[in-house]
């Protein structure tokens, strides 16, 4: 089998980030399927907008940390023992982790989560010779969009038009900012670093 059907085979191993035990079995599936694991992408999140804080339950908020940031910090605990030095962890973040959101209390206290974690993650791992790094996006049309159910169609159509380049981004404008984390040869001296890609907002962090 080609290492491309492989590939095609794994991503069909689907299942919930949040179940006990999946992430863990998710990543040796990896190593089982092909030997090693040298790049670890944390990806997966779940929003949903509320008009104010008393409209958000406790079982959305635990569906929101456990989606966001838990599956982080268990795909990480299970991928660093098979991962060797020119490792890289990268975790998807979001603007929302730098200014905050005022209709995303929970998704954005995530995402700033995620922007701790990865810089200590960062620091305890650079012995070991494996980078963690983040990407935080501005606003990005994805799936995600559509399926919020805060969010109504006529926002939806505006969606990203408030960004300083008047539109959201397309998934294919982030996806070189992670090949570039990932890539050795191009940010070996880079870890501990939340990259922001978010269409002209600046901010430290």
């Given at each position: ?65 456990a989606t966001n940031i838990f599956a982080y910090m268990r795909l990480a605990r299970a991928a660093v023992p098979h991962m060797k030095p020119g490792g890289a962890i990268i975790a998807t973040s979001s603007e929302t ?109």
């Amino acid at each position: 089998m080609s290492k491309k059907d492989q590939t095609a085979r794994l991503s069909r191993h689907g299942g919930d980030l949040t179940e006990d035990g999946f992430c863990e079995a998710l990543v040796d599936k990896a190593v089982e399927q092909f030997g090693k694991l040298d790049i670890l992408v944390s990806n997966a999140a779940h929003q949903e907008r509320k008009s104010d804080l008393e409209e958000l339950s406790d079982e959305e908020i635990e569906r929101t940390f456990a989606t966001n940031i838990f599956a982080y910090m268990r795909l990480a605990r299970a991928a660093v023992p098979h991962m060797k030095p020119g490792g890289a962890i990268i975790a998807t973040s979001s603007e929302t982790g730098l200014f905050g959101s005022e209709k995303l209390p929970d998704y954005s206290a995530t995402k700033g989560a995620i922007n701790a974690f990865t810089k200590t993650l960062a620091q305890s791992l650079i012995e070991k010779g494996i980078r963690v790094n983040a990407v935080a996006p501005g606003p990005v049309w994805t799936p995600l969009n559509p399926s919020d159910a805060g969010l109504a169609p006529k926002d939806v159509a505006k969606f990203g038009g408030k960004s300083p380049l008047g539109r959201p981004a397309q998934p294919e404008e982030l996806a070189p900012a992670y090949v570039f984390l990932a890539s050795n040869a191009d940010s070996s001296y880079i870890t501990g670093t939340v990259l922001q890609v978010m269409g002209g907002e600046t901010t430290g962090g």
